[in-house]
């Protein structure tokens, strides 16, 4: 059912044309009639214009409380279940008000038509948040997975630099272990060198003669 139009509201009251503001105008705008053909014939059905008891309330209190269970409703947030059964009920309320007053059922009509449209708003700034916040996390987490990539490139560069530096301290190792273990063979060498050889000499003039030669 669409929301009144300002051209509704004014002729309803007979400021236009002058019409009567009957019930029917009302119980028409609660909700429309349902029509449909069957057998070649047109049906139509309109809404119940017979007066409710305190049994009637009370079952349809009872009622209420059922289908919130049967269906799930959500307790808080925003629950479509929740307000279509609430706004049925409250069709039901305006339709027993309008028995009573014809103008206080079409002030409550545009009570809910201004209630429903302030929950569409409503509706739709929290889409809007959400796409926004879920647009905002995406983006969050692809420059995350940027940045982690890069990370990881680094990384790996830094460790290949490691292994190549360890690698060059190990050869530049072996290479003075290599010179050391050189050197030392030589020095040992020397020492057999002069280990084999005597000294003699009147003590003016010193004569080195090695011992194999005697």
Known sequence: MSMLSAKQKVSLFGSGDGRQFT?????NLIVEPKQWKENDIDWKQNISKKPASKTDLK??????????LQFDAKEV??????????????????????????E????????????????ESYKMLYE??????????????????????VLETDLTKTENTAVEFEQEMAEKYEME??????????????????????????????????????
């Open 177 to 214: 272990v290599q010179n050391h273990t050189k050197m030392i063979n030589a020095l040992k060498k020397k020492s057999q060198m002069f280990k084999g050889s005597s000294y003699w000499g009147d003590g003016r003039n010193l004569v080195l003669t090695p011992l194999n030669l005697i």
């Open 23 to 27: 019930c029917d105008d009302v119980w």
């Open 128 to 149: 809007s948040r959400t796409a926004y916040g879920i647009r905002k996390t995406l983006l969050a987490t692809k420059i995350l997975k940027l940045e982690n990539q």
């Open 59 to 68: 079952k349809l209190s009872n009622k209420l409380d059922a289908y919130l």
């Open 104 to 119: 206080r059922g079409y002030m409550l009509i545009m009570i809910r038509d201004e209630i429903k449209m302030n929950i």
């Open 77 to 102: 947030g925003i629950c479509p279940i929740k307000q279509e059964l609430f706004s049925q009920c409250f069709n039901e309320i305006i339709r027993q008000e309008t028995l009573n007053c014809a």
